[in-house]
């Protein structure tokens, strides 16, 4: 579960003042995140995942809250929490594609590697179309597959929070499907939340809801209805 009050951010630099009053997910729910280009969607994930904190306001995700955490428990919690997929991959050229997704355990010494998490990664990688390219380096890839890496990295972990930032946004129609049933089985499976921004429409019917950041942008606290920000999608 996902629930946020009184919510207001705003980058010192740019003017851009991102304000929600309500919003809450429910813990199996998979959300769609639609808006302008610069409505701050990339920001409220970051906001959830902990990497921001916001200038008021509560993020609660499941029994923690976030906004209220030290830095470094903020830290552990993205580590241990959030499978995040970042816009920009966020791959590390140095480290082949498996190290690549198996990144979260290096970074958090809680996180178990064992049986579970290799059969895991097989399986991943299978379904994402990287198993045999495991021992590549990013650079030796193609867009949509060092997408597909950011995915499978994001996933390993079996986290309950999934944040994807436009996912199949580098692939054809064929891949970005599959790269979408990916995210939806192992979500589902592991009755995770996954909030995914997207450009693309026509996978909106995929997912159980759709929350527009439009409504938004520059609303002050309180000014706005305070229920019901979302609206449903209808199948
Ligand atoms: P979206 O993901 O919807 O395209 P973002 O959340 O990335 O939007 O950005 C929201 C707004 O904040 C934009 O106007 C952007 O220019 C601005 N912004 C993003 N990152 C920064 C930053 N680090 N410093 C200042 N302004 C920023
Ligand atoms: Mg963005």
Request: aromatic letters at 4%.
């Amino acid at each position: 579960m996902i629930r946020i009050s009184n919510l207001r951010y705003s980058y010192g630099s740019s003017g851009f003042q991102l304000s929600i009053p309500r919003l809450e997910v429910t813990a199996t729910a998979k959300v769609g995140i639609v808006g302008p280009s610069g409505s701050g969607k990339s920001t409220l994930l970051n906001l959830i995942s902990g990497a921001k904190v916001p200038n008021d306001g509560e993020i609660v995700v499941g029994d923690l809250s976030v906004s209220s955490m030290s830095d470094s428990q903020r830290r552990n919690f993205r580590a241990s929490r959030i499978g995040f997929v970042f816009q920009d991959f966020e791959l590390l050229d140095y480290l082949t594609v498996e190290e690549n997704v198996l990144l979260p355990f290096g970074i958090n010494s809680h996180l178990k590697f064992g049986q579970e998490q290799r059969e895991l990664l097989e399986s991943l990688a299978g379904q994402a179309g990287i198993a045999g390219k495991l021992n590549r380096r990013p650079e030796q890839l193609s867009q949509g597959e060092r997408q597909r890496v950011a995915i499978c990295r994001a996933l390993i972990t079996a986290p309950k929070i999934v944040l994807a930032d436009e996912p199949t946004g580098s692939l054809d129609p064929q891949t970005a499907q599959e790269v979408l049933n990916l995210l939806i089985d192992q979500v589902s499976k592991h009755s995770a939340t996954l909030l995914m921004v997207t450009h693309d429409h026509s996978q909106l019917h995929r997912l159980d809801r759709t929350i527009d950041m439009a409504q938004f942008l520059g609303s002050p606290v309180g000014s706005r209805v305070t229920d019901s920000q979302s609206r449903e999608v209808s199948p």
